[in-house]
């Protein structure tokens, strides 16, 4: 056949069209398609199968419709809440129930929608604000606020924007107790005081607003005065710490002068208790000698009148070096038992010792040897 026969003008041998300058026939091509895809669906004459009539659509294709429809309608009803988890379910809107850790099965979107929220998260922001204290000073602050939620329902349902709701409670509490204490308070020994109030106060603002959230902790991190003012406050506290160094100082110095002067005042207390007791003791032992003393007086009296005569005698020259004795003559005896002692004892010189002659009891030294003799008394005496 030759490939200009008139019965065959408008293709080639190999079955395509002679105008190759042309686009394809998109109605044939829409064909091909739906004959390829009926055929792969049990459609169209293949292996001598019929085609379905033009228009109807294949069982298989509202089958795997369906299956799509129905995977989609499981994945919107199962829900799996975490362990850390709660789910909120408000059906059109309205709350019903809460769903616990584990796998629920609910109503589709639009009917129920399930709000998960996790519970055991720690929130945290932090505050800074400046603030006016109650004598009239500025002071900068930063505030750490840590919060979580208590009460899942109250926490979704209570407040348009729970976040929001306790950084303003944090900052009006802070507020509330910065007013009502002093500048010096703040900035020093009053920090954790001040914390421990504001938490205190936030979560009773948080109770009345039935907010759902427990606050675990807050904590003041920075309280400085302005930076406009920074220079003269660190000369004021210079000032306020040299002052209580002085003080310091000073109750030292009080301590140590009480302390002695306390420990003097008991040295001497003991000192007279002893003295006193030592005195009373002497007297008490004096009374009870003469006692016995008179006891033995009534007994024998001359006896006794000698016996303190002689007690009173050796006691009074016990100590005597020399002795004079009246021989009634004129003449004065003189006795030097001071000089005799050392001679005895080897440690006067011989020539300073007046000589007593054997037989003449009534010996009298020369002046200038008797001078001699005084002056080595008293030399001996002043040793």
């Not at 002695?260 to 040295?267: C, E, I, P, S």
Request: proline share 5%; aromatic share 6%.
């Amino acid at each position: 056949m030759a490939w200009n026969d008139n019965n065959n003008n408008d293709r080639d041998p190999w079955g395509g069209r002679r105008n190759e300058q042309g686009p394809p026939d998109l109605d044939e091509v829409v064909k091909k398609m739906q004959e390829k895809l009926g055929g792969l669906f049990g459609g169209g004459q293949r292996g001598g199968r019929q085609r379905p009539p033009a228009g109807e659509t294949p069982k298989a294709v509202w089958f795997i419709g369906g299956a799509i429809i129905l995977a989609l309608l499981f994945v919107e009803m199962f829900w799996r809440i975490e362990p850390a988890e709660r789910g909120v379910v408000l059906r059109f809107g309205k709350h019903v129930t809460t769903l616990q850790p584990g796998p629920h099965m609910r109503f589709p979107r639009p009917i129920e929608n399930v709000i998960r929220v996790n519970i055991d998260t720690f929130r945290t922001f932090t505050l800074d604000a400046t603030m006016l204290t109650r004598d009239e000073n500025i002071v900068d602050l930063q505030i750490a606020v840590q919060y979580r939620i208590n009460n899942v329902e109250d926490y979704l349902l209570r407040i348009a924007d729970p976040d929001e709701s306790v950084q303003r409670v944090a900052e009006s509490s802070i507020r509330d107790i910065i007013g009502a204490s002093t500048f010096d308070y703040v900035i020093g020994e009053g920090r954790a005081d001040i914390a421990v109030k504001a938490q205190e106060l936030m979560q009773d603002m948080l109770d009345n607003y039935e907010a759902g959230i427990a606050v675990t902790s807050v904590n003041m991190q920075s309280a400085n005065p302005p930076e406009e003012v920074k220079a003269s406050y660190d000369d004021a506290i210079k000032s306020r710490e040299d002052e209580q160094r002085k003080i310091n100082e000073a109750e030292a110095y009080r301590n140590e002068v009480v302390e002695r002067a306390q420990g003097d005042a008991a040295r001497i207390r003991l000192e007279a208790q002893a003295y006193k007791e030592q005195v009373v003791a002497r007297a008490e032992g004096e009374a009870r000698r003469f006692e016995q003393m008179l006891t033995e007086y009534e007994k024998a009296p001359a006896v006794m009148r000698e016996r303190l005569y002689l007690e009173t005698v050796e006691s009074v020259l016990r100590d005597s070096t020399k002795i004079v004795m009246d021989g009634g003559s004129g003449n004065v005896t003189y006795l030097p038992l001071d000089k005799l002692m050392d001679r005895g004892r080897g440690s006067a010189p011989a020539s300073d010792a007046p000589v007593v002659q054997p037989g003449n009891e009534n010996y009298v030294p020369a002046p200038a040897e008797y001078a001699r003799e005084r002056e080595a008394a008293r030399l001996r005496g002043a040793r």
